[in-house]
């Protein structure tokens, strides 16, 4: 069977060609206009600028997301990654055949999770139940085939009550191929059952990493930055990146070199 390539790049066949191309026009250009350019300067003023998503679209830690605005987190697998939403959160496998989606919406008078499902969602479930989630009221099942990132799929569905900040939490699973069974259910069920609230020193880990200017010592390699990185998913090809050294640069002694911290 033919190769599958799931680098970050890889949302179109072509993007490492057209990044090559990219990076050696550029690398023209510095040749072409450098009496213009200070290198070192322009780094210092990227000095403490953040990276990445905003605080208002969550931030990823390893295996964690935190949303500190809202107080909230949870894991979800290895390999998985955050793409962008219209509205809400929500990430992906690394095959791109599974889905997970949270998104919020404020309470009704009278409402418990189950009749939101039912009169606010309009969702027929299967195998529902009332339970706790992260000390907060919860509705859990299977929605018989909703609308999904795939089409009409059946979803596996989790509503969490935040009753002091009036919001209902509304988690979404689903897979590419499922038709009648949720492949990736176990799943589903483990990022959904470590959702919670942020402890205090959560607030802490989740700051919004920004970036760093440092001087490449002797022996430092972009492994060795890539490790050290909070990024979450391919740190090592982000990383040469925004430092011009991809696909497999390495940084010379003295070299000013941008990083995540």
């Known amino acids: 069977p033919p190769q599958v390539y799931h680098g970050f790049l890889s949302s179109h066949p072509d993007h490492d060609t057209r990044y090559g191309e990219a990076i050696r026009e550029s690398n023209q250009l510095l040749l072409d206009y450098d009496e213009f350019i200070r290198t070192d300067e322009f780094l210092e003023q990227l000095n403490g600028l953040a990276y990445g998503p905003s605080r208002q679209s969550g931030v990823v830690r390893n295996t ?5 605005r809202l107080g909230v987190m949870f894991a979800f697998p290895e390999g998985w990654r955050q793409e962008q939403a219209p509205r809400g959160v ?3 496998s690394q095959t791109g055949d599974a889905s997970f989606f949270l998104t919020t919406s404020k309470l009704y008078k009278g409402a418990t999770p189950e009749k939101f499902v039912s009169e606010r969602m309009n969702y027929v479930l299967r195998e529902g139940r009332n339970l706790t989630i992260g000390g907060m009221p919860a509705f859990l099942g299977i929605a018989e085939r909703v609308d999904s990132p795939f089409g009409r799929r059946p979803v596996r569905l989790a509503v969490v009550f935040d009753l002091r900040r009036r919001i209902a939490y509304i988690m979404q699973g689903s897979g590419k191929f499922d038709l009648s069974k949720v492949a990736d259910d176990k799943r589903f069920i483990s990022i959904i059952f470590s959702f919670g609230k942020m402890a205090r020193d959560d607030f802490t880990i989740a700051r ?5 200017v440092v001087r490449a010592e002797q022996g430092t390699t972009m492994e060795q930055l890539a490790a050290q990185s909070p990024i979450s998913n391919y740190a090592l090809d982000k990383l040469r990146v925004i430092n011009g050294l991809y696909p497999n640069g390495q940084p010379e002694p003295g070299q000013l070199l941008k990083v995540i911290d």
């Not at 964690?64 to 500190?68: A, E, K, L, N």
């Not at 919004?208 to 760093?212: E, L």
């Open 90 to 92: 929500q990430f992906v």
């Open 208 to 212: 919004v990493p920004k970036v760093q």
């Open 64 to 68: 964690r997301f935190y949303h500190p």
